[in-house]
């Protein structure tokens, strides 16, 4: 359900982008009518390009993995395959810059379907840290971890609001677009 609410706005984004010349297309970059350049425009890029390398580290071994990741979340496999999806192209299209605010969206989705499966599965904001959990009571998949919350997944959805609103910079595929 989720899917079909991102895929509707996502929509109605182009829609208002080419319908409306007050806003015009380059509302499918981002929500600022600035490419910010110099050190704020640097600043974003490193955001960007950081925030989209995460994302494909994150998005790779879920579509290859799918049905092993649908399983663990006992989720239906296509609505993993468009997380995946979202996070293996969307950090791609980040990290090149192109329809930005497009490409945030998505993943936005993701992360805010993980936040609400991090607390129906009454995870903690921050976890304790594994330093301080004793030793028999916490071991991760591969021995000693991080204990699960939904921390990341916040900061998650504040790095790519940040990127949506003030947008991808002047180092980006859409400055070169969509730019003034």
Do not use: N
């Not at 579509?63 to 468009?82: E, G, M, R, S, Y």
């Not at 204990?147 to 940040?162: N, Q, R």
């Amino acid at each position: 359900m989720i899917y079909q609410f991102g895929l509707g706005v996502a929509i109605a984004f182009f829609l208002a982008a080419f319908s409306f010349p007050q806003l015009g297309p380059h509302l499918l970059s981002s929500l600022s009518f600035v490419y910010s350049d110099g050190f704020p425009g640097l600043a974003l890029l490193l955001l960007r390009v950081s925030v989209g390398w995460l994302f494909i580290l994150h998005g790779y071994p879920k579509i290859t993995h799918l049905q092993q990741w649908a399983d663990a979340l006992k989720t239906p496999v296509f609505l993993c395959f468009l997380s995946a999806a979202s996070m293996l192209g969307g950090g791609i299209f980040l990290i090149i810059g192109f329809l930005t605010l497009l490409s945030t969206f998505p993943i936005l989705c993701s992360m805010i379907f993980a936040i609400y499966l991090d607390i129906s599965g009454s995870k903690p904001f921050v976890a304790q840290d594994p330093y301080l959990i004793p030793e028999q009571e916490y071991k991760g998949p591969l021995g000693k971890g991080e204990p699960p919350s939904w921390e990341k997944a916040f900061m998650y959805c504040v790095m790519l609001i940040a990127i949506a609103v003030l947008g991808p910079g002047a180092y980006s595929l859409d400055a070169l677009i969509f730019g003034r």
